[in-house]
């Protein structure tokens, strides 16, 4: 299923809190980019498997995951990180270590209506993308 980016509350997040890269000291440049990234994700799942694909106008990923399993991935700013997906009820819920500072970056994912909200929290920050079925 191909869902499109709506809304994008806090494109800064994800940045380390409280360091020059927190919200008010990254790059004005990555800031103005992430409000624009105009991403697409495509969500294929076949019993406990998943193929994500994500397309925006600065990268394409394909990435696949089977629930409970750890794997690697590279957020869009090159951070590394290695956690797993979990079905709570009708949540997905993701917990993901950072490789480089240890610190933990959880995000869920639900579908509401025809709507698919794709929340994060890093460090007590929060953050949430909006998307709608296409």
Do not use: C
């Amino acid at each position: 299923m191909l869902w499109l980016q709506t809304d994008n509350s806090r494109p800064e997040f994800g940045q380390e809190a409280g360091s020059a890269r927190a919200g008010k000291g990254i790059n004005v440049v990555k800031r103005k980019l992430a409000t624009h990234d105009n991403l697409k994700i495509t969500i294929e799942q076949t019993g406990d498997k998943f193929h994500v694909k994500e397309s925006s106008n600065f990268r394409t990923l394909e990435v696949d995951f089977t629930l409970g399993l750890k794997f690697d991935y590279s957020l869009a700013d090159g951070t590394e990180v290695s956690g797993a997906w979990e079905l709570e009820g009708d949540m997905m819920k993701g917990v993901f270590t950072r490789k480089d500072n240890g610190k933990n970056l959880t995000t869920t994912r639900i579908i509401q209506g025809d709507e698919l909200v794709q929340s994060y929290n890093y460090e007590g920050v929060d953050a949430k993308r909006i998307f709608k079925r296409s």
